[in-house]
């Protein structure tokens, strides 16, 4: 497997690439908006392709990492799109985060069309993309994740096989639902603190490495501190995960409420802000 075709080049996208570049692959990059790649393409030099379609065809493998469930769904079977073009053998490795029930709808039409489709979303944020340390949770064959894994450990470290198709997707919903209470309680936990008075430094530093300590806590808390709401991960995208987790039934109380703050910063324009920016709706901003 040497030609990579990637679709969706952006704040995940930019960084997953160059480490596939540096893995030695050769990619190929489809992303929305051209303009906002002129940087990234004259630094990697990779080729750039004018639809989904162009990207895919001929390649190895074509990875997906775009934004929502409806771009997915756009770029797989839209017109120009990849179901259209790739050629009898390939992989296909939606990473998006999006609907499980997607992801079986992709594998069963690949695969009457003699493709090999996997689902692996990835948790790890920006950092992690840049990194190369991104955990990635694999739905599918397990023969065709056997194949991608050299691929899978260019861009990430904690590299699971989780099931057949829509596997990797109902673990990432799980892992979304243990984030959103996780950083709930981050938040809850700064603003106590600055209500009392406490210094915000020494309190990560005194709780960080304890029973309370979390990944949200080490990367997330500084930035609220220092009201750095730069997005690692979308807000709207966080949005987005967990109302695709409560559309698949039961009761998750947590995650409503969390989502429903959310949706309160949202609603007051901050989707495009990191979800660090949850502290706002604890402070009132």
Not at 67 to 95: C, H, K
Not at 122 to 150: H, Q, R, W, Y
Not at 269 to 281: E, H, K, S
Request: hydrophobic fraction near 45%.
């Amino acid at each position: 497997m040497k030609t990579i075709g990637f679709i969706g080049v952006g704040v995940m996208g930019r960084p997953m690439v160059k480490n596939l570049l540096q893995a030695g692959y050769a990619v190929a990059v489809y992303s929305r908006t051209k303009s906002k790649l002129t940087d990234f393409l004259a630094e990697t030099g990779v080729q750039w392709c004018d639809t989904a379609a162009e990207c895919a065809a001929g390649r190895d493998a074509v990875i997906t990492m775009v934004g929502y469930p409806q771009d997915v769904e756009q770029v797989y079977f839209g017109e120009n799109g990849i179901l259209s073009a790739a050629r009898e053998g390939a992989y296909l490795i939606d990473m998006t985060t999006t609907d499980p029930k997607l992801a079986v709808r992709i594998a069963a039409e690949g695969k009457a069309r003699g493709l090999h489709v996997l689902d692996a979303p990835v948790s790890g944020g920006d950092t992690g993309a840049k990194n190369a340390t991104l955990s990635i949770m694999v739905g599918g064959e397990e023969a065709d994740f056997a194949a991608c894994l050299p691929l899978f450990q260019a861009m990430g470290r904690q590299i699971v096989y989780e099931g057949p198709v829509g596997a990797g997707q109902h673990t990432k919903m799980a892992n979304q639902i243990a984030i959103a209470g996780t950083i709930a309680g981050v938040c809850e936990a700064l603003f106590y603190a600055e209500r009392g008075g406490l210094d915000p430094e020494r309190l990560l530093a005194s709780i960080s490495k304890g029973a309370a300590g979390s990944w949200q806590m080490e990367n997330l808390m500084p930035k609220m501190v220092k009201e750095d709401y730069a997005p690692g991960f979308f807000l709207k995208h966080f949005i987005k995960d967990m109302k695709i987790a409560q559309a698949q039934g039961g009761a998750l109380p947590v995650l409503e409420r969390v989502c429903a703050m959310y949706g309160d910063l949202e609603a007051e324009g901050m989707g495009d802000l990191g979800t660090q920016a949850l502290i706002r709706y604890y402070r009132g901003e």
